[in-house]
């Protein structure tokens, strides 16, 4: 990563972006034809995309900025000077957080972020069923959450 490599990088984008938008859609479309109520999308670069507008709601998964450097750099192979390259190609945490409708500190201990996960999902849950029933019993598809994952 870094300036000299930045026309290599909008090249592979080209070529991997397609092909992961096609597996999504094809996710996406074969949750529908389950029947499923919801579908949970796991997308690094949300916003980097622009890709919030294909979701009914948006939680980010974050963590505070010295958690998170210190999770990231835990990784093999992970320095600093990467780290900090990543984060300058990466829309700020800040404005993550102030896009989400929801956001999951995955600083607090592991079951009160479950529990928060959990209440969410049953909240979407129960807000598709709602939605299912006031269409005057019309068979309407569930809603599409993606989850913005942040060195969680």
Known sequence: VGEANTANLRRLEGIVFPLVDEA???FIRGAEARG??????DIPLLFERGSEALCDSVVVVSASPEQQRERVLARPGMTAAKFEAIL???VPDATKRAKADLVLDTGLPLPETRAAVEAFVRG????VEHERHSRWGSSGWGATVAIAALGS
């Open 88 to 90: 300058a190609k990466q």
């Open 24 to 26: 999504r859609d094809a």
């Open 36 to 41: 499923e109520p919801l579908v949970v999308l």
């Open 124 to 127: 979407c849950s129960d807000k």
